[in-house]
């Protein structure tokens, strides 16, 4: 690496290390308590879990995602839409009239309904799916975060065992450079 690499690793290291604990977040600090401790990484969906479990509108909320998201449901619905259609506009017709002839304002306003209760359910599912997400996106940060460390760490050792491997090598070759030249001291000239 040239000089302009590691002045700016050094200065890197300086930025991030020098302030101390104090500038880290609540949430690095926790990380950094569960590296030290040696604490294992959780699974994301016991974590999601852990607190009280879903009520019954949260359970509710999202079965109904479930359902309202599938195609299934968009199947059936269409098929009772046209049903509809053709039980008011064909069948009923024929016998005096159906119960809610070509505009559909029923249709409309059982419809409207459907969406404004389905809506905000739907919403609750997402947000607890959120809250899930944010829980395992958490973790993945302290997982990546002790990997990281860990490689540092590695890097490290690797580091300090050729610094080990190279002093070992120095000392033998000034051992025998020393040899050497005793020997070349010793042997008689001719």
């Not at 690793?9 to 977040?25: H, I, K, M, T």
């Not at 359902?67 to 053709?86: D, E, K, N, R, Y």
């Not at 860990?150 to 000392?171: A, G, M, P």
Request: with cysteine.
């Amino acid at each position: 690496m040239s000089a302009d690499g590691d002045e700016a690793v050094a200065r890197l290291a300086r930025q991030l290390l020098d302030p101390g604990l104090g500038c880290l977040s609540p949430h690095d600090r926790r990380v950094l308590a569960h590296i030290a401790g040696r604490v294992h990484a959780r699974d994301a969906g016991a974590a999601a879990t852990s607190r009280a479990g879903p009520d019954f509108g949260e359970r509710l909320a999202d079965r109904v995602a479930r359902l309202g998201g599938s195609w299934g449901f968009i199947i059936a619905f269409t098929g009772l839409l046209v049903g509809w259609v053709v039980l008011n506009t064909v069948v009923l017709a024929r016998s005096g009239g159906g119960f809610d002839a070509y505009p559909y304002i029923f249709l409309n306003l059982i419809l409207s309904m459907v969406a404004a209760l389905q809506a905000p359910v739907i919403l609750m599912s997402q947000n607890r799916q959120a809250e899930r997400d944010r829980i395992a996106a958490g973790l993945d940060y302290e997982v990546n975060l002790r990997a990281e460390i860990e490689i540092v760490s590695l890097h490290d050792k690797l580091d300090r065992i050729r610094t080990e491997q190279l002093e070992d090598l120095i000392r033998a070759q000034t051992r025998q450079i020393a040899e050497l030249g005793a020997a070349r001291a010793a042997r008689p000239r001719g």
